[in-house]
């Protein structure tokens, strides 16, 4: 018997494929947990929609993720750290104030995991890389300035 997996099933296959089971399979384990539906032609057209519309999303997704990309090559981000002698800062800059600080300067939100970097020690100039998904990456330019 042919079926549609609704969830990831060990041994069977993933979430939205069709794969071939024995009937007893599917009637006793998998349609009464709900894992799995009949491959009837309307469940099939259903599954290909679904299959379609998450292909276009993902899609989207990654154009916008290019563009942000392209953009953040002309978006200095300027961080102000409190230094004591010889500029050396006081602890040291984080991805979370990179981000902060990226937000409110240019209203771009990436999140602190999403941001690659060594804690910074030191004013001057750096480059930090940016992971934007679906194998999307830019390079941001940070400035850390005496506050």
Known sequence: MKVILQQDVRGKGKKGQMVEVSDGYARNF?????????????NV????????????????????????SARLKDMPVHVKAKAGTGG?????????????ALKEQYGVDIPKT??????????????????????????????????
């Open 30 to 42: 998998l349609f009464p947990k709900k894992l799995a539906l009949e491959a009837t032609k309307d």
């Open 45 to 68: 057209n259903t599954m290909q929609q679904q299959e379609k519309a998450r292909k276009e999303r993902e899609q989207k997704a990654r154009e916008e993720a290019v563009a942000l």
């Open 88 to 100: 050396r800062l006081f602890g040291s800059v984080t991805t979370k104030e990179i981000s902060v």
């Open 114 to 147: 999403a941001l690659q970097s060594d804690p910074i020690k030191a004013f001057g100039g750096y480059q930090i890389k940016a992971k934007l998904g679906y194998e999307v990456s830019g390079v941001l330019h940070v400035f850390v300035e005496e506050a």
